[in-house]
């Protein structure tokens, strides 16, 4: 008996960002598959695919944000239901994955959340995983199956040269620690600008609290754009922003792949010496924590791309030209 198979692609979104997982699919020309989620009256998630997954090529949406170690349950629920109903592959698809600051032990007795999270999608059953701008690349070391890792820099770059005029010698990328002078030096061979970091020491007993930050570089009389992964509570990139305007910079803009903007972050970027902020929509942002300094760039064709590159079998990083490793 001969049997020609044929491969079957099929996109489910969790509930954390479904406007996302839509746009994704929309930008290959399908459609999600439905899946029932839904809550028990004790909190616990039950999943069910509306749809026989048997034999196809399974990738599982979900942002780790708002309530997160929900967004977290659920997408390894979802990656449990897809393995025993015999899906093919299974791959993870996690824009923005959560945990990823907890990479390491800076104290004694401290977790490495990060590799949990590889573990836990590992035994749910996931196959492979893509998620956008780890906050550290050596996460992808924590997953032993293959690990796709994309970068929004192409976006933020396209954006800041086409929409802002940004680009020459004249400008500089300004990276908000030294951890980020990799992803702003590549930011800035983009934009053909210069590069400058903000020298900052973190206390090591009070969570957000700098405890000293002065600019390295020339940013005098220049327009400065500060890059970072994430923008989070926002207290880095605005006392950087406030350095930077105390050391004579010009019009300062603030890039970054995700907006989290937690607690009065809002209102720290609108009180800042900030002209614009830029970033990606990996995870949902609301209205009410929007700002109208606040420019919202969409990562779907960017995600699209690569989940179709990984249902072909064709290599994820000739999309950015090897520019995706962080």
Request: aromatic share 6%.
């Amino acid at each position: 008996m001969e049997i020609v198979t044929k491969k079957r692609m099929m996109i489910f979104g969790g509930t954390a960002h479904p406007q996302l997982a839509e746009d994704i699919a929309a930008h290959l020309g399908m459609q999600l598959t439905p899946c029932k989620i839904s809550r028990f009256a004790a909190g616990e998630i039950y999943v069910r695919p509306q749809e026989s997954v048997r034999g196809c090529d399974v990738f599982v949406v979900q942002t780790h944000s708002g309530a997160v170690n929900e967004a977290i349950m659920e997408q390894l629920l979802m990656i449990d239901a897809m393995k025993r109903a015999s899906a093919k592959r299974i791959t993870a698809v996690i824009p923005y994955y959560g945990y990823s600051r907890q990479d390491k032990k800076a104290l004694a007795r401290e977790p490495i959340s990060a590799k949990l999270m590889a573990d836990l999608m590992a035994v749910a059953g996931a196959d492979r995983l893509v998620s956008v701008d780890l906050h550290s690349g050596q996460i992808q070391g924590y997953f032993d199956k293959p690990f796709d890792h994309l970068t929004a820099l192409p976006l933020l770059a396209g954006y800041l040269q086409n929409e802002l005029g940004l680009s020459g010698e004249d400008l500089t990328v300004v990276a908000p620690d030294t951890g980020r002078v990799k992803t702003a030096e590549r930011l800035a061979q983009n934009l053909h600008a210069d590069l400058a970091f903000l020298y900052k020491r973190r206390s090591r007993h009070e969570a957000h609290k700098i405890e000293r930050l002065e600019v390295v570089g020339d940013v005098g009389g220049r327009p400065c754009v500060v890059v970072d992964d994430m923008i989070d509570t926002a207290g880095t990139v605005t006392q950087g922003a406030k350095v930077l305007a105390e050391s004579g910079a010009g019009r300062i803009y603030a890039v970054a792949t995700h907006g989290l903007f937690s607690g009065k972050a809002p209102q720290l970027l609108e009180e800042a010496p900030i002209d614009s902020v830029v970033v990606t929509n990996t995870v949902p942002i609301p209205e009410e924590r929007r700002i109208d300094k606040m420019v919202v760039l969409s990562i779907a064709p960017i995600i699209a791309s690569a989940l179709r590159a990984v249902f072909e079998d064709t290599s994820v990083s000739e999309i950015f030209h090897g520019e995706n490793q962080p």
